[in-house]
């Protein structure tokens, strides 16, 4: 029996459900994982072909959905998250019921997999964006066993992976809460373990956390943070780091992103999250102070009610789904492939180092002018005071 790989988006479902342990993931030369069926163990039932997702249809039923720019009222925390805190509002109150969260971590190699945290300080480990791909291992199992019990269960992750997860599961559970992320693709782990060897030798130090979406200077004009032992940080902004500007470009993406059928409105989770990109308000309180804002998108009524239970500790702005999208590319299509993409991969596999890599595929242009004036703006386009933005605004609508 062979599986179909070539539209697999690794979600690990078929390996989660074999009753007979007849299907493990294995790494391409690339570094993506993806199911191989062991002979010897192989019953030939089709169970593994008839629970992968990827054919199957999307939605979630006739709901109206809404949508939501917020951020957490809890500024430290605003400023630990990638953009408003949704994650941990969500997870905080899943806890608080008893519940347990699932999310992606790093392990002790920086490999990223999801885990099962049970208390507050565990979420940290979850929170933030992760650019790699993440494995799934035997998170399914856990989070269908905690269901059995009668436990709630926040399982948050990309939308392949929730429907892998609601494929796994094969019947809806009242206290299961999803929560999917609107994604640029996931990156190649073996690309981003290449990366690291290079900072570890560069810098001649071993490598203590990783932060991909570091606030500085800003929430929008982000840094890639690497801290060691017993040296000062690498800090470096995403238009000059090479590993974010590779995620950027989409050179090492898995390669069924790039014809993703989650990439539209019609959502698998109870809850989207993302970047309130475009955010823009001119109210004193509700202005974009560059520490972060979330992007929610509610699904389902579950997903309402929870949004409902947590609105209290958070700034919450109405949006409309043409805003979301508009901020969103990932909501409307697929992000295209980089042309060079494969090229890349030739002389990655090759051994050439990223310094090389960087020259040739996403060399570092400094901005000119205009854009360094845009960039300016928008770090410090909150500070300037609101009768200045009215006047604007009103030269830019003025008929001519």
Known sequence: MKLKNERCTGCEACVSRCPFGAVEMEADEKGFFYPK?????????GLCERICPIEKPLGRGKFTQEVYSCWVRDSKLRLESTSGGMFTALAEYVLKEGGAVFGAAFDEGFCVEHICMENRKELKKARGAKYVQSRTKDAFQKAEELLKQGRKVLYTGTPCQIDGLYAYLGKEYDELLTVDLICHGVPSPVVFQSYLKEIRE??????????????KPSWSLYSMKIDFQGRKPYICSKFKDPYLRGVGKNLFQREVCFSCKYAST?????????DSWRYRAYERESRNDQKGVSLVI??????????????????????SIEYAVDGNPGLKAPWPKHPSSEAFYRDFLAGKSWSE????YFPYHPPGVKERCLRFAENYGHMVPLPVIRFLKGIQNRKV
């Open 202 to 215: 560069k810098y001649k130090a071993e490598i203590t956390s990783v932060r991909f979406r570091y606030k």
């Open 298 to 319: 509610v699904n389902s009524p579950k997903g309402k009610q929870a949004f409902g239970k947590i609105r209290n500790g958070l700034f919450v702005k109405k949006q």
């Open 37 to 45: 069926i062991l002979e010897e163990k192989c019953t030939e039932c």
């Open 357 to 360: 890599l960087g020259r040739t």
């Open 266 to 274: 019609k959502r698998v989770g109870d809850l989207t999250i993302a």
